[in-house]
C-alpha cells in the first residue's frame, strides 16, 4: 500500500509557471516508477509524464514534453512536476500515480500500470 498526496496546485495565468508536487509513504516508495496525469473538465484523463524508479528514465506525453519536467528526490519520497509557460488548456486535476510492475518503455504511458493513485490537485491557468 503506497498514499500519495500530491501538492502544489492552483490559481496562476498563461505563461506563468507552477511545482507539483507528489509525496509517497513509505520506506519502498524510491522502488516505485511514478506518473503523473491529468483530467479537464469534460474530457478523458491524460498521461501527462513519468519516471523510473531511480529517476534516470523520463516520459513525456507530445503535448508537454517542452513544457514540463518530471524529477524525483528519493530521499525525500517526493517526485516533481515542474509545469513552464502554462496554458489555459492545462488546467486539469493533475494526479500523480505509483507503479512497480513497469518493464516497458511503453507501460509508463497507461494508466492501467499503476496501481496507487493520489486524490489530485486542481491545476487552473487563466487567459
Known amino acids: 500500500q503506497v498514499l500519495l498526496v500530491e501538492s502544489g496546485g492552483g490559481l496562476v495565468q498563461a505563461g506563468e509557471s507552477l511545482r507539483l508536487s507528489c509525496t509517497g509513504s513509505?520506506?519502498?516508495?524510491?522502488?516505485?516508477?511514478v506518473g503523473w496525469f491529468r483530467r479537464a473538465p469534460g474530457k478523458e484523463r491524460e498521461f501527462v509524464a513519468a519516471?523510473?524508479?531511480?529517476?534516470?528514465?523520463?516520459y513525456y506525453s507530445d503535448s508537454v514534453k517542452a513544457q514540463f519536467t518530471i524529477s524525483r528526490d528519493n530521499g525525500k519520497n517526493t517526485v516533481y512536476l515542474q509545469m513552464n509557460r502554462l496554458k489555459p488548456e492545462d488546467t486539469a486535476v493533475y494526479y500523480c500515480?505509483?507503479?512497480?510492475?513497469?518493464?516497458?518503455?511503453?507501460?509508463?504511458?497507461?494508466?492501467?500500470?499503476?496501481?496507487?493513485w493520489g486524490q489530485g490537485t486542481q491545476v487552473t491557468v487563466s487567459s
Open positions: 519516471v523510473n524508479w531511480g529517476g534516470g528514465d523520463t
Open positions: 500515480a505509483a507503479g512497480r510492475a513497469l518493464s516497458r518503455g511503453s507501460d509508463y504511458y497507461t494508466g492501467y500500470s499503476y496501481a496507487w
Open positions: 513509505g520506506r519502498t516508495f524510491g522502488s516505485y516508477a
